[in-house]
Structure formats: C-alpha cells, structure tokens
C-alpha cells in the first residue's frame, strides 16, 4: 500500500518560515558571547565603568565592589609606554592589614580557573624588587594557602601570576592577599573563568590545583596562547626549544577528543614536537623558577597526545618520571586526543619526564601538549555559614569597615576576625562564632537583629556604644552572657531576657542605659553585697597606711637617686677612662637618652634592655645590669675593652658603656626587627626556608668570628635563638656577650663553677666538667638550628619535657624528615637542603664535644647549601640548563603576550615565577 502526501503552496511558505525561525533561534543560542560567566577584574582601577580589552575583547571592570579597603595605583611614568593593557597600568597595594581579600560572585559547587596577576611597575618609586631585600607575599584561596608571591629581584616590569584550579564553596570565591612583612603585598588584576564539571575531575571541595607550568608544542609563534583560542583563558606557553634534532609536526586534520576532561584546543593539538629518527628519547623538564623551590611540592603533571603524522608507522613510548616508569607502552592515536595521568597521584620528585622510544616502534616519541599542577589541601573549615553571613550582616549595619573583618571570620584561625572566639573544637565540622566583643567600637542606631540568630553565640559585649531602642526580645538558649551597658538603650526589657537573668543562666549588664532609670535589679547598677561593703571598710584603711609607707620609700629613694647622680659624676671624674674608641657614658646620659628607662625592649638573666636614641637621633639598645650582676662583674672593664675590639657584620656592634656603683651598661646598636626566637614563634611574619638558612648562615660566620679571627679567642657562652638579633633587611646578628669569656690559644677551655648559658641550649659535657669550650658554642648553636628547623622551643611538653634534638630523633624514627619541618613553612622548602641541614644540626648537638664540628665548618656548609634554594635549581639533565636573559626586546614581547597579541619570528622568555623549561636529548643511536 502506498501512501501519498500533498501540501499546498501557502503551507510550504508556512514550514519555511517556522524552518528559518528555527534556524535564527539556533544562531540567536550559538552566538552567546563565549566569556560568560567570566569574572575580569582590573584591580586599582578607579573609574567605575567597563572597558574592552582592544586585544582579547574582554570586559574588565573596577575592583571596588569586591574588596575593602587598600590604595589604587598607577606604575611608574617610564613604564607606563611599555604596558601592553591597561591592567597593567595599574595596581591596588594593602599597606595596612595582615589578610587583605577580594570576593567574587560565584556558584556553589561550581569549578572554576581562578587567575591572579602582579605587575610591580615601581608604582611607589622605591624599586622594591630590586633593591636586595626580601619582596614576598602569601595568597589564599578562600581560607587555605595557595602560594606565595616572590618578586625578590625581578624586573619591576615583570607580569607574575598565579592560576588555581578550584571549586566553589559557596556563592562567593574569596581571594585574599598576605602580609608577611616583607613589602606590601599589592595586585594588578584577578580572572575568574567557569569550567565544565566534567574538566579535572581530581579537583574538589578537599582539592584544588594550582598551575606549576602548561606547555604546547611544535612550532608556534605566539609566546602565549589564551582566549578566544582556548574557550576557558587558560595561558599556554610556547616550548622554547624548537631548534634540530626536534622535529615540528603540524596538520590541518581534524583532532578530535574522546572525552571532555580536559577540552584541550583544537589548535593545540593540530601542532606536536618529536625528534629525528636516529633518536630514541626526549626529556622534558619543567624546572622550578628563580624563587621557587619546587621540590617541596607535589605535582601532578597531565600528558596530551594525538599522532598527527600522515604515516601509519607504529609509534610507542614509555614514559618516565625521576622515582621510575609512569606510563608503560604508550601509543598515541592518529588524529585523536588522549591524556595520560595518574588521577589524584601527586608526585614528590622534580617535574623531570623522559619519553623513550619502545624495541617495537618504529617512529620516536611524540607530545603535544603538557599540563602540570601543585597540589593544595583545601584542609580549613570555612566558618559555618549562618555564623559568617550573620557577623557579616552585623559588620554591613554598624558600618565596621574601619574594622579588619576581611575573609572568613573564623579561619583559618591566625586571621580570625578582631573581637571574635570561635570554637574549633569539632574537627569535622565548620567552627562556630561563640563569642562577639564589640565593646567601645562607637556603634550607633538600633540592636542588630543579626546577633539573635547566631544560635551557637554565648557572649555578646556591646557595652560603652550608643546603641538606641529597645532589647530586642533574644530568644537564643545558647546565650550566657549580655553586656550591654552604658548605650542608651530604653523600653521594656522582653521576658525572656529577665526569666532566664532570674533563672541563672544569663549574666546580663544594663547599667547606663536610660532603661535602668526605674530599675533598681543587680543589672542595672554594679554587683554590691555585704561581703564587698565589709571589704571596702577594711581595705581602706589598709590603702591608706600603704599609700603613707610608700610615699616615705619613694621620697628616701628619690633622696638616694639625686645623691646617686651626683656620685656618678664624681666617680666619672675621678677613675681614669679605658683607652678605647668607644663611649663612655655617665648614668645620666643613659638616663636621658632612654627617657628615664622608660621603653623596656628586652629582659635576661643580665637585666634589662632599653629603648634609646642617642643626640644624631640614631637608635640603642642599652644593656643595664641588675644590681646582683654588678656585684659579681669584677671583669667588666676587662670585657668592655675585649668587645671594643670586636667588629664583623654579624656581631652586634659596641657603642660605648657605663660603670658606676649603681649601674653597669653596655650601649649596642638596636636591631628593628627584634630577634630570631620572636620571629620562628611569633608575630604575623613567617620567615620561608631561604631566610632561615640565610640567618643561620650570619650566626654561624659571627661565631666563626669569635672563635678564629679574635686575638684572643672568644666564646659566646649563652648561643640561643634570643640572642640571635635581626637588622631591617633580617640579616642575622649576634649579641650578648654578657657572659662571653676570652680565651688565649694555650688555654684548651675555661674552668668555672658560674652558671653558663641557657637550660636546653647547655653542652651537657658542661653540666660533668664545667669547662667551656668553642664546642660549647657549637653544640647551642645546632639547637639553634634545629629551632630553624622545626619553630619549636629547645625544650618541649610531649606530654612530659622532652630535649628538642629528642623530639627531632623520635619524630623522624616514626615518620619523615618532612614531620620535623615547621608548619609555618607551608611545605615550601627544599627537601635536599633540609636533609643537609637536619644532619648538620644533629652533628653539632653530638654529646661528645670532640665528634661536633667547628664553626668554620658549619659556616661552610651552610654557605654551601644556599646556592641551592637562592638561586635557579639546576635541572636533571642529559645536557647543561638552558638559561635565559631578560633583554631589551624580551621584556616588550612579555607584554604583548599577556594582552594575546601576535610576535611573529621573536623569541620570547616569561617573567613568570612559576617556571623555566628545557627538552634535552639522549641519543639512541
């Protein structure tokens, strides 16, 4: 049976329509701008409408409604003309604050390309990252560590960034800057860019990536390949090494993908790099930037392949890491893509990779693109977040931006917010706020709804404010304590707030609020009883007897002190003066110049440590011994003039001294950045690995000093991390020679029954034989070392008091080298230089002082180690590390590279902190 169909003309016209209102639909749908979704953020631009990148043709916006806070910039004039962009031209820097942050509107659970940018430009005229010293800050993102930023000698026209891979927690991705002390952390510009679910699926809420280096291959001529080439921005660079034996392959084949992992470019992929055939393997090397130590990370390198050779000749390869073989009998497909990688294995050694050619093949080994990632544990619990949107309401009514509440209020905890106590105590579970302290922080208008639904807060102090209204009725059980004196607050007081004050289960303040004006309950004046009105009539007769007694003790001392002034003087006239070239001041010089000892810098087992500032307003440290000391100093005239004698860069320098009955001080130079056991355990600043190794370099050369190149010889005697002081630019100097003691090179050691040095710093040969050697001084300074190490004290409760070179010894038994390591070091320290170090400090805590080494020995070794974490690290290679200049041309082809414009025929070289490259050949002939 056949069936017929038939239509006249006007229902033809009527399905062409519908077909062409179909097909503009499906054009309408296809031509969505493909950057939406992205976030693009020029940060320090102050004017408040969009533009459009001329190169990439993607719209940045100011940064004032993500950030509080901070100081917008422009670079410097004379760079200015080579900024390829206008994110470049300017900068937003956080002067003020430990965390600064920036928000970005996001999507929970969403996967995202974050990426942060920093062109320094000399913007404040100081040229920060080249003038020698330390220029580093942290990054965060949300609340764990992400990665520092180092631009410790580079080029001020340098663009640096940073790229993490990550998901959302919540509506919002946080990115916050970190003040660690050593220059003002600053940024140019922040990009965020969604990603497909299915793209990298190792990264989740507990894992985040950030990019170590991602590489393409052949022969490509732009030194960085980004939107709109890639869909999702990401930069990839050119491989620098094209020249022969390598062979650029490239096709105008279609490539296609088996999966959407990683929806690598089809550019990409159409372009590839191999070698001649008389060559047999290829090695890849990601090596570590100038200011990274890369092997204290973990990476997760990501290979893509597509054989796009028009030969049906086999191609096999194994592939191989530094530890051992990775991918077994590897044969890329024609024309199609596949990535190898091990999900969520992160490896511990270098980024060195070696493709090498299989016996069966007949073609060598092939690449066309490499990815390799840093692993970060997203291990901190963000607050929980009715407690943070709550607080954060509370921070919006009072207008608290005066406030550091910058990030999450709660963690990660040495950032919590000012005024706040959080319970960390579930492990498991997302800290809660228990505590608001708001107390005199000239809070004005009404009660901020928001604190009665904080449902795990205890106590609440808004006392001495000017709140207004009524109490509102706070229904919260978990409430124990309300302070809300001396605001003015009126109206009834709500029925639940009273039963549960008359109950005992809330501690309530109301005093100085005209709601107490009819009041007269405990809550509205201050607690009295019996007791207090018995205690008051006895203390002030006590008070009052005290007050004569002491008022007769301060006119006899003030008698004493005037006879004592004068006494200095005649003794400063009548004793003949050491002949040195240092000063000699009078106890009322000393007086003046510390403001009668007002600004106390320091206290020992000498005495105290003052503030001063001599007459050319140069700033001292004065020593002054307590009265005990001074009865038993009968060498300090000998010791001044031993010390005059004394000058290297790492020993504290002598300015002069005083001597009378009733003081005996030593004037130094005063140190700004106080001393290495403030800073290993303590304070806002963390110093990294390259700092550490450098000041116990600076200690160790001090020693050295004392020990072989005074006439006569010197031992410190109290070595410890107290007395390890730091200038401005934290380079180690050492001080106190309270206790040190000259020795001839006859005398093998000191003989003495007084007391030297500091318990967990003290030789134990000592504590048998009380003789003090140089060896003394080695062996405190390996616990100095160890401290370096580790940020731990030389004595710990573990539970019981364990010795620190103990705990090292009982840490690595049951685990690593790597469990010693202080936490503060995030992980980022070079583990060959660890070791070194580790089994340096070990050696000198030796308990027999003639298996420790000398301190010229340790210097030595020391200075040794440096090159290795200050300098480029040294890849593993078949053929010497390639090394790169920034000339003249470079620096204008960077530019171009960040704005994705074309550089035709140029060679190119990043200023990228995040990595230098090699491909090396090992011939298979």
């Known amino acids: 049976m056949a069936t017929s169909f038939s239509c006249s003309a006007s229902t033809k016209l009527t399905w062409i329509f519908a077909l062409l209102l179909i097909l503009a639909t499906m054009i309408q749908v296809r031509a969505q ?11 320090g631009w102050t004017n408040s409408s969009a533009y459009i990148d001329n190169a990439t043709r993607i719209v940045y916006r100011f940064d004032g409604e993500s950030v509080e806070g901070g100081l917008s910039h422009e670079i410097s004039e004379e760079l200015m003309a080579g900024a390829a962009n206008e994110q470049q031209k300017t900068l937003r820097s956080f002067p003020d604050g430990s965390r600064n942050c920036y928000t970005l509107t996001s999507i929970v659970g969403k996967k995202y390309l974050l990426r942060a940018l920093f062109t320094y430009g000399n913007y404040d005229g100081l040229n920060k990252t080249m003038d020698g010293s330390p220029f580093l800050f942290g990054l965060h993102i949300g609340v764990n560590f992400w990665e520092s930023v180092n631009l410790t000698n580079t080029d001020p026209s340098d663009t640096v960034w940073k790229e993490v891979i990550t998901v959302a927690p919540s509506n919002a991705v946080s990115v916050c800057l970190i003040n660690f002390g050593s220059g003002t952390p600053f940024i140019s510009a922040l990009e965020l860019r969604p990603l497909e679910d299915t793209m990298y699926p190792f990264v989740n809420t507990s894992v985040s990536i950030s990019n170590f280096q991602r590489f393409r291959f052949g022969n490509v001529t732009d030194p960085i390949t980004r939107y709109p080439t890639d869909n999702y921005d990401r930069f990839w660079e050119r491989w620098p090494d094209t020249s022969y034996p390598w062979i650029n392959l490239n096709t105008n084949n279609k490539v296609e993908s088996l999966d959407n992992v990683f929806n690598v470019p089809a550019d990409i992929l159409q372009k590839a790099s191999t070698i001649d055939t008389n060559y047999s393997h290829m090695s890849v090397i990601v090596a570590t930037g100038r200011n990274q130590d890369g092997k204290s990370l973990q990476l997760l390198p990501i290979f893509h392949f597509a054989d796009i050779n028009e030969s049906n000749l086999s191609r096999r390869f194994d592939i191989y890491n530094a530890e051992g073989l990775l991918f077994p009998d590897f044969s890329p497909l024609r024309f199609q893509m596949v990535s190898k990688y091990k999900s969520g294995e992160f490896l511990h050694a270098d980024a060195f990779f070696n493709l090498s050619k299989t016996p069966s093949s007949s073609l060598p080994p092939l690449i066309n693109a490499l990815e390799v990632y ?25 207008s608290l931006a005066q406030r550091n509440w ?63 209204g009524a109490i509102p009725d706070y229904q919260l059980q978990s409430l124990k304590f309300l302070d809300l004196s001396n605001n003015k607050l009126d109206g009834a007081i709500p029925d639940s707030i009273l039963q549960r004050f008359q109950a005992g289960s809330l501690d309530l303040r109301l005093e100085g609020n005209p709601v107490c004006s009819n009041v007269k309950d405990t809550y509205c004046s201050k607690k009295k009883n019996t007791t207090s009105t018995v205690l008051i009539a006895v203390i002030v007769p006590v008070v009052l007897v005290s007050l004569l007694v002491v008022m007769g003790i301060l006119w006899k001392l003030y008698r004493e002190g005037k006879s004592g002034d004068d006494e200095d003087s005649a003794m400063y006239e009548e004793e003949t003066p050491l002949h040195i070239d240092i000063r000699r001041f009078t106890y009322a010089e000393l007086k003046h110049i510390t403001n009668d000892f007002q600004s106390i810098v320091g206290k020992g087992g000498f005495g105290t440590v003052y503030h001063g500032t001599l007459e050319n307003d140069d700033e001292v440290a004065v020593k002054v011994l307590m009265e005990t000391s001074i009865a038993e100093s009968t060498d300090f005239l000998p010791e001044v003039q031993t010390l005059s004698k004394v000058h290297h860069k790492n020993l504290v320098t002598l300015q002069g001294y005083c001597q009378n009955k009733k003081c005996l001080a030593l004037v130094y130079d005063f140190m700004p950045r106080g001393n290495l056991q403030q800073l290993l355990r303590g304070g806002d600043y963390s110093l990294n690995w390259e700092q550490r190794l450098h000041i116990a370099l600076d200690a160790a050369q001090g020693l050295e000093y004392l020990h072989e190149l005074c006439t006569p010889s010197i031992v410190h005697r109290d070595v410890k991390t107290p007395n390890i002081l730091l200038d401005k630019n934290l380079v180690g100097i050492i001080s106190d020679f309270g206790l040190s003691r000259a020795f001839n090179d006859a005398h093998t050691h000191i003989s003495t029954a007084a007391a030297a040095g500091t318990p967990g710093y003290i030789d134990p040969e000592y504590h048998a034989s009380y003789q003090i050697t140089v060896k003394t001084d080695v062996y405190s300074f390996g616990i100095v070392l160890l401290e370096i190490i580790t940020g731990q004290p030389p004595l710990l409760m573990d539970p ?38 580790v089994d340096l400090a070990m050696n000198c805590v030796e308990n027999a002082a003639v298996d420790r080494p000398t301190m010229t020995v340790v210097a030595t070794r020391l200075k040794g180690l440096l090159p290795a974490v200050s300098s480029e690290k040294q890849s593993v290679s078949a053929t010497p590390r390639r090394t790169y200049s920034m000339d003249s041309e470079i620096p204008r082809q960077f530019q171009m590279m960040i704005s994705g414009a074309s550089n035709e025929g140029s060679s190119f070289q990043s200023g990228y902190t995040n990595g230098m490259s090699q491909m090396s050949l090992l011939s298979g002939r």
């Open 374 to 398: 840093s692993l970060i544990r997203m291990d901190n619990l963000t607050t929980d977040s009715d407690d943070a949107n709550y607080i954060k309401e509370v921070k919006t009514h009072y």
């Open 33 to 43: 701008p493909p950057t939406a979704g992205f976030v693009n953020i020029d940060c």
């Open 800 to 837: 019981q008091t364990v010795h620190l070179p103990n705990w090292v010894r009982r840490k690595i038994a049951m685990g690593s080298i790597h469990d010693v390591v202080d936490k503060r070091l995030m992980d980022q320290y070079d583990a060959s230089s660890l070791q070194s170090v």
């Open 406 to 468: 910058n990030g999450d209020p709660c963690s990660p905890r040495e950032y919590s917010w000012e005024g706040l106590t959080c319970d960390y105590s579930k492990s498991n579970q997302n800290p809660r706020i228990v505590t608001v302290n708001l107390s005199t922080s000239r809070l004005r208008g009404g009660f901020a709804i928001s604190f009665m639904n904080m449902t795990s807060l205890e106590n609440l102090d808004l006392s001495h404010n000017n709140l207004t």
